[in-house]
């Protein structure tokens, strides 16, 4: 049986990573479009690369929580059958055992190289702009898809909801496209699907199955049923 889980801010909410939305729309008292925009690293670098050097530095502070170990004990059972795709740019699946994730809004851990366009792995405050290891200009960003940009890995993404057997959403409001609408596309291609979320999304009438309530409980639960 083919996988699909798509996972949001509120898998990480009980391992201490804010939400966005439970935070009445502010990121750490900025508004989104002041931190989270191509617009808005234009206007001023220093201040988004702050944000973001601020959330990688209090990824030191939290650890991976029974939701993310569940879905690296799913990932053990069903091999290349599960296809875990993001929209957090923390690390808690990888530290909490996943091998293989797919990041669709970029990684805090990662920078991209606005000269070369190349990734690595980020050492430094950004906001010191250090040089790109791989071609020294001193260009470095966070990479993470900002508001206006292309999501990563879409095709990837599209034809493994195309293919998929059975869709899980865990812990995301379904406020965003275009994750919002994979539950959509999974269902037209005849997968069955289930919502894992605290409570109701903006999307749950979409789905066959929901179960509402902490992650860090029906995650496990889940796992537990299908392996
Ligand atoms: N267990 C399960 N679900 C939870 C928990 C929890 N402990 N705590 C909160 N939630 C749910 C909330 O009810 C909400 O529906 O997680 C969801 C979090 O929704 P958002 O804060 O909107 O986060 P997300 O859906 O990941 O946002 C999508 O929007 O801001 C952009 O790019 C950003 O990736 C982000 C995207």
């Not at 004990?73 to 994730?101: F, K």
Request: aromatic share 8%.
């Amino acid at each position: 049986m083919r996988v699909v889980v798509l996972t949001g801010a509120g898998i990480s909410a009980e391992s201490g990573v804010p939400t966005f939305r439970d935070a009445d729309g502010l990121w750490e008292g900025h508004r989104v479009e002041d931190v989270a925009t191509p617009e808005a690293y234009e206007a001023q670098p220093s201040v988004v690369q702050r944000f973001y050097d601020e959330r990688r530095a209090a990824l030191d502070g939290v650890e991976p929580n029974a939701a993310h170990q569940a879905l690296a004990r799913l990932e053990e059972a069903l091999g290349d059958d599960l296809y875990l795709v993001t929209q957090n740019i923390d690390d808690l699946h990888e530290r909490g055992g996943s091998q293989r994730v797919h990041h669709m809004h970029g990684r805090l851990r990662t920078a991209l190289c606005r000269a070369c366009r190349g990734r690595s792995e980020v050492h430094h405050p950004l906001l010191e702009f250090p040089p790109c290891p791989r071609c020294g200009v001193p260009e470095l960003r966070p990479d993470v898809v900002w508001f206006g940009e292309v999501p990563y890995e879409m095709d990837t993404i599209i034809a493994e909801l195309q293919r998929c057997d059975l869709f899980v959403s865990v812990g995301t409001s379904g406020a965003v496209y275009p994750a919002a609408g994979f539950v959509q596309y999974a269902r037209q291609h005849g997968a069955r699907t289930l919502e894992l979320n605290l409570v109701p999304s903006e999307g749950t009438y979409f789905f066959d199955e929901a179960r509402h309530g902490p992650a860090s409980r029906l995650v496990p639960d889940w796992v537990d049923e299908l392996t």
